[in-house]
């Protein structure tokens, strides 16, 4: 095919060298300093946009070619387009894969070593009130629970923002369950039946003591619901399970009770 065009565009082929030659140069220098990295984005984001516009041309030039514009180009033969095209397909891998490397390079190496940090419950503070679980772990009187806790997966959860309230059974109240009852909960294939428990343990929200009401029912985050009972001297009971004492958390508030609350 031969056409002739007056206003045939002739620095095609010194703009691919110029493409290929940048392409070469990022490659071969992928470690640079910060400034100069910069620079070397804006400069790949400016040869990117080069590489389109020089794509949108030739698609241009094309029909133009083919008798759908009054403007067409002569090409001086099949073989130099096939070289033109060449050139800029390599240029847009090199210059591709060297801007590919540097947003490697300049990852914060803060943002990757966040995704390798363990749940909420491994982040480390001395300083804060401790939250649910922490006053659980620190009390020798309640390592059935947490080791319960871990057992179903749940110590992350407890271990969120919240508020909770959670009715949490001394270590003789997981003794006084029927033999063997703990151990088999324990067991990965009745994971998820132990967690349901516990959930019927934990009310969303921060229920103090002076907030019960006689014969309410709240909503546990197992999806059913505990009855409260308050006597005449005061004291609380949640299915018959009596409050012995009450410790406040940073992310909720623990009721110790003496019996396991076991859904119905």
């Not at 095209?85 to 914060?108: D, K, P």
């Not at 428990?197 to 505990?226: C, M, Q, W």
Request: with cysteine; hydrophobic share 45%; charged share 15%.
């Amino acid at each position: 095919m031969t056409v002739t065009n007056p206003g045939r565009i002739t620095f095609l082929p010194g703009f691919f060298h110029f493409i290929l030659s940048s392409g070469v140069l990022l490659f071969l220098f992928p470690n640079m300093s910060k400034v100069i990295n910069l620079i070397k984005g804006l400069f790949c984001l400016l040869l990117k946009r080069g590489l389109l516009l020089i794509i949108e041309s030739q698609l241009t030039i094309a029909a133009k070619s083919r008798g759908l514009n009054p403007y067409v180009i002569e090409p001086k033969s099949k073989k130099t387009m096939q070289k033109l095209l060449y050139l800029l397909m390599v240029g847009l891998a090199l210059v591709g894969f060297s801007c590919g490397n540097q947003s490697t390079e300049n990852q914060n190496p803060e943002t990757v070593s966040a995704d390798l940090t363990p749940g909420q419950s491994g982040v480390v503070d001395n300083e804060s009130k401790p939250n649910v679980v922490q006053v659980a772990v620190g009390s020798s009187d309640h390592s059935t629970l947490v080791a319960a806790l871990k057992a179903a997966d749940y110590v992350d959860a407890l271990t969120n923002v919240g508020p909770f309230t959670v009715f949490a059974p001394t270590n003789a109240a997981f003794d006084a369950l029927p033999a063997g009852t703990l151990d088999d909960l324990v067991k990965p294939e009745n994971q998820r039946k132990l967690r349901d428990i516990l959930e019927y343990h934990v009310l969303l929200g921060v229920y103090k003591p002076e907030d019960f009401v006689n014969g309410r029912n709240l909503g546990t985050a197992d999806g059913r619901s505990v009855t409260v009972a308050v006597a005449e001297d005061g004291s609380v009971t949640i299915n018959g399970a009596k409050i012995i004492g009450t410790v406040p958390a940073s992310n909720g508030i623990i009721h110790v009770v003496d019996q396991v609350l076991l859904p119905k």
